[in-house]
């Protein structure tokens, strides 16, 4: 087997809560958010891993902290063989070309006041990858490849012109304008038209097989994971619950968690009959997490083990690892 091109280790991210004058006066200790609390994966080259979860369950942090566009509190990330992790602001230099984002907002992700031609060429300049004509013929062909045609027009629109699913276009040509080897997609499609969704998808997909390029895909929608994902890792507050590949896990999810987010997407549900995992509420603060297992509250299998002791990820099938004292079966 290859190495993997993205190694992620015990990966944690914890936010400080500011206190308040009385409690820094009375030296009461920080408090963290554990937004994202000892995370551990692999995704190889060309490989799609969808990461899936509840708002407020630490994907976006993940997304970002790996990319180190926020600086990880604790663990490893290594990156085609070199660790990043502490990587200087120079020394990170040369990895920021081969790993892009793309953000979930496309309206927030463009400067109003550029022309979408000079922010897709303007990746190119920033890394000194082109001069500026090199630099404007490449944004041309990419305009073309991700279908905003006739390209020359598009070239001198500014992002007010444009619909939601346009910029999105946009915002993935910026991004693989530098041939990345790995993008994280956070909730790519989240905010455009439903109808416009599934072009998106293909549009990223078109790009992993050119580049044969990785990708980390955010999303609270078990649905998209399906239709793009080689393996779903499902997240719940800042842990890892369930990990594997997309197939097995949906066919054969062994979270309580995982079971309730399929079965909450009719067009993914299974038609067999099976006992219905109903969970209420919200994802609970990650400031004060839960005793034990996390989902613990809101799971209607718990018992007094889960309550106290904390699952940890086990194999259950090749590749198929889940963290639950009474994994489904
Ligand atoms: N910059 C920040 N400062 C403090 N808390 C944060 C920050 N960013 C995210 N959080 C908290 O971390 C948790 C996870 O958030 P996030 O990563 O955005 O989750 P998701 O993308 O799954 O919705 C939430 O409780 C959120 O409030
Ligand atoms: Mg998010």
Request: aromatic share 6%; with cysteine; charged share 30%.
């Given at each position: 087997m290859?190495?993997p091109?993205?190694?992620?280790?015990?990966?944690k991210?914890y936010f400080?809560?500011?206190?308040?004058i009385?409690?820094?006066?009375?030296?009461a200790?920080v408090?963290?958010?554990?937004?994202?609390?000892?995370?551990?994966?692999?995704?190889?080259?060309?490989?799609?891993?969808?990461?899936?979860?509840?708002?407020?369950?630490?994907?976006?942090?993940?997304?970002?902290t790996?990319?180190r566009?926020?600086e990880?509190?604790?663990?490893?990330?290594?990156?085609?063989?070199?660790d990043?992790?502490k990587?200087?602001?120079?020394?990170?230099?040369?990895?920021?070309?081969?790993?892009q984002?793309?953000?979930?907002?496309?309206?927030?992700?463009?400067?109003?006041?550029?022309?979408?031609?000079?922010a897709?060429?303007?990746?190119l300049?920033?890394?000194?990858?082109?001069?500026?004509e090199?630099?404007?013929?490449?944004?041309?062909?990419?305009?073309?490849r991700?279908?905003?045609t006739?390209?020359?027009?598009?070239?001198e629109?500014?992002?007010?012109h444009?619909?939601?699913?346009q910029?999105q276009?946009?915002v993935?040509?910026?991004a693989?304008?530098?041939?990345?080897?790995?993008?994280?997609?956070?909730?790519a499609?989240?905010?455009?038209?439903v109808?416009?969704?599934?072009?998106i998808?293909d549009?990223?997909?078109s790009?992993?097989?050119?580049?044969?390029?990785?990708q980390?895909?955010?999303?609270?929608?078990?649905?998209?994971?399906?239709?793009?994902?080689?393996?779903?890792?499902?997240?719940?507050?800042?842990?890892?619950?369930?990990?594997?590949?997309?197939?097995e896990?949906?066919?054969?999810?062994?979270h309580p968690?995982?079971?309730?987010?399929?079965?909450?997407?009719p067009?993914?549900?299974?038609k067999?009959?099976?006992?219905?995992?109903?969970i209420?509420?919200?994802?609970?603060n990650a400031a004060?997490?839960?005793?034990?297992?996390?989902f613990?509250?809101?799971?209607?299998?718990?018992?007094e083990?889960?309550?106290?002791?904390e699952p940890?990820?086990?194999e259950?099938?090749h590749?198929h690892?889940?963290?639950?004292?009474?994994p489904?079966?």
């Amino acid at each position: 087997m290859s190495e993997p091109l993205l190694k992620v280790e015990n990966l944690k991210k914890y936010f400080p809560i500011k206190r308040s004058i009385l409690e820094t006066l009375r030296k009461a200790p920080v408090r963290y958010v554990k937004a994202v609390d000892g995370i551990s994966f692999e995704i190889k080259r060309g490989e799609v891993l969808a990461l899936i979860g509840e708002s407020g369950c630490g994907k976006t942090t993940a997304g970002r902290t790996i990319l180190r566009l926020i600086e990880p509190t604790d663990g490893r990330i290594i990156f085609d063989g070199v660790d990043i992790t502490k990587l200087s602001r120079e020394e990170l230099r040369p990895f920021r070309r081969r790993m892009q984002i793309i953000f979930q907002d496309p309206y927030a992700s463009l400067s109003p006041r550029m022309k979408i031609g000079d922010a897709i060429a303007h990746p190119l300049l920033v890394h000194g990858l082109a001069d500026k004509e090199e630099a404007k013929e490449l944004a041309l062909k990419m305009l073309r490849r991700v279908g905003l045609t006739p390209e020359d027009e598009f070239y001198e629109r500014y992002p007010h012109h444009l619909s939601g699913g346009q910029r999105q276009r946009v915002v993935i040509a910026r991004a693989m304008i530098l041939k990345p080897e790995f993008v994280v997609a956070d909730e790519a499609v989240s905010m455009i038209d439903v109808s416009m969704r599934a072009a998106i998808l293909d549009l990223l997909e078109s790009f992993r097989k050119e580049y044969n390029m990785s990708q980390l895909f955010i999303t609270h929608d078990i649905a998209v994971g399906k239709l793009i994902a080689d393996r779903i890792a499902v997240m719940y507050l800042g842990k890892i619950v369930e990990i594997g590949p997309t197939g097995e896990v949906l066919k054969n999810p062994a979270h309580p968690y995982t079971m309730a987010l399929i079965q909450a997407v009719p067009s993914i549900a299974r038609k067999k009959k099976e006992k219905k995992i109903e969970i209420t509420g919200e994802v609970p603060n990650a400031a004060n997490p839960p005793s034990g297992c996390r989902f613990h509250p809101r799971c209607p299998l718990a018992t007094e083990e889960c309550k106290s002791k904390e699952p940890e990820l086990i194999e259950i099938s090749h590749e198929h690892f889940v963290a639950c004292h009474h994994p489904l079966r």
